[in-house]
């Protein structure tokens, strides 16, 4: 009977491992420590270490507790889309690549990050490309690659 039940919690935590998505945490919190919910007032910040919050695995940093209580109370709206990945990385090769947390897009109410570095800004090819396709493309290779492995 204890096999049992050990082989079943085992089965249940190694699903939801599998299941947990992949966050883009580098500098250990999401968007490099930069605010999320200051990009909507099209602000790139740093956050404070004084006000993080960690939410189905990832963490997050912001400027003040106001912005903290915001990103509690709609959390899934400032949530960058893919993981915080290069969001043009993702439509054009299903890549995930790290980003430049200055360079970013708010399109549709959503959070866009992009790579830029080295003289290739993402988001300009991204916007010169034709980002509505590039868009449907992410969220199509999205759903098929956000899962850790």
Known sequence: MMKKIFV????????????????NI??????????VVSYF??????GNSKYTYTYKGAAYKFVSKENLESFKSNTEMYI?????????AIG???EKVSIN????????????????????????????QGPEALQKKA?????K?????
């Open 8 to 23: 079943l919690l085992f089965l249940v935590s190694a699903t939801a491992y599998s299941q947990q998505v992949d966050y």
């Open 26 to 35: 580098q500098k250990g919190f999401v968007a490099n420590g930069y605010d």
């Open 41 to 46: 007032s099209n602000k790139a910040t740093k």
């Open 80 to 88: 960058p889309q893919y993981g915080g990945y290069c969001a043009y």
């Open 92 to 94: 054009k090769n299903g």
């Open 101 to 128: 947390p200055k360079t970013f897009e708010i399109r549709d109410g959503k959070l866009y990050l992009f790579y830029n570095s080295w003289g290739t800004n993402t988001l300009e090819m991204w916007t010169k």
């Open 139 to 143: 969220d199509s290779t999205w759903e």
């Open 145 to 149: 690659t956000k899962f850790k492995s």
